[in-house]
Structures are given as C-alpha cells and as structure tokens.
C-alpha cells in the first residue's frame, strides 16, 4: 500500500518533463547507460544524476553499476501509468554512448 508520503514523492518524481522523459525512454529501452541520458538530453552528468536519483528514491527505477557506468531500468511502474505513457509518442532516441560501452 502507498502511503501519503510514498505518493507525493511518486507524483513529484513524475511532474517533470525531463523525468517524464526518462520514464517514457526506459519503457521502450529496458536499460538505458547515464551516459547515453547525458547525451539524449545533452546536458550535464550532474543535472542527469539529479533527475535519476529523484525517480530512484520515488521507486520508479533502479540502477546496476558495471565498470564505471550505472545502467538505469523501471522498477516498479503501476500499470495505469504505463499505458498512460505509451500512449504519449516518443521520438527516437540515441542510447548508444559514445564514451565506449563497458558492459559485456
């Protein structure tokens, strides 16, 4: 059960068009590098940091650490938003990173 708390911090994680963003990629790429973010938002590694970790602390998504990078997936999404999301269109993205991929 969601408490009042969990909720507003799930409904804050989700009022951003950036964050938003991040979710909608993430349903359509199971696994997604910072560094391929850094590059869909060309931004900086700290301000992409900062967008994950509120998703993180919401229970949206999770991270792995492999080598030097940490690769980002949905971890709990309830399924009301997720067809709510797939409806909004995605343009395509790069999630390639150039910076040389370290996970075998």
Not at 34 to 47: A, E, G, L, M, Y
Request: glycine share 4%; aromatic share 10%; with cysteine.
């Amino acid at each position: 059960m969601m408490t009042s708390k969990r909720l507003d911090k799930f409904f804050y994680a989700l009022s951003d068009e950036t964050r938003l963003k991040i979710v909608r990629i993430l349903l359509y790429y199971p696994e997604v590098c910072v560094c391929q973010f850094q590059d869909i938002f060309n931004t900086s590694q700290p301000k992409v940091s900062f967008h994950l970790r509120v998703l993180k602390e919401a229970g949206i998504i999770k991270g792995v650490k492999v080598g030097k990078w940490t690769y980002y997936s949905l971890d709990r999404l309830p399924d009301c938003i997720e067809v709510l999301l797939r409806e909004i269109p995605i343009e395509e993205v790069n999630t390639s990173c150039e910076v040389g991929d370290e996970k075998s």
